[in-house]
């Protein structure tokens, strides 16, 4: 299982960015994450067969979406905050909160 992310980077407050999540072998569930300077990690979106969940602090802004033709697992991420700064890392995701394979991240910076 290999998962690649992309599309981070610098963005005004109130803008939107789009995360691309390229994941290669059997990866049923697979779940955005993201790490701020000194907090947590924090699950904040999955995706399976059976729907989509999301964290509260990202409901109604986030949005996590599939291609399976593609291999890819998108983030879209609108009025984006000042706290959505963060590296944002998918991963393939087994349980609650747990996930064994991650990607190398990719740096979400608001401004």
């Known amino acids: 299982v290999q998962l690649v992310e992309s599309g981070g980077g610098p963005v005004q407050s109130g803008g939107s960015l789009r995360l691309s999540c390229v994941a290669s072998?059997?990866?049923?569930?697979v779940g955005w994450f993201r790490q701020a300077p000194g907090k947590e990690r924090e699950e904040i979106a999955t995706i399976d067969p059976d729907g989509t969940r999301y964290a509260d602090s990202v409901k109604g802004r986030f949005t996590i979406s599939r291609d399976n033709a593609k291999n890819t697992v998108y983030l879209q991420m609108n009025s984006l905050k000042s706290e959505d700064t963060a590296v944002y890392y998918c991963a393939r995701v087994f349980s609650t909160s747990a996930a064994d394979y991650w990607g190398q991240g990719t740096q979400v910076t608001v401004s």
């Open positions: 072998g059997e990866t049923y569930c």
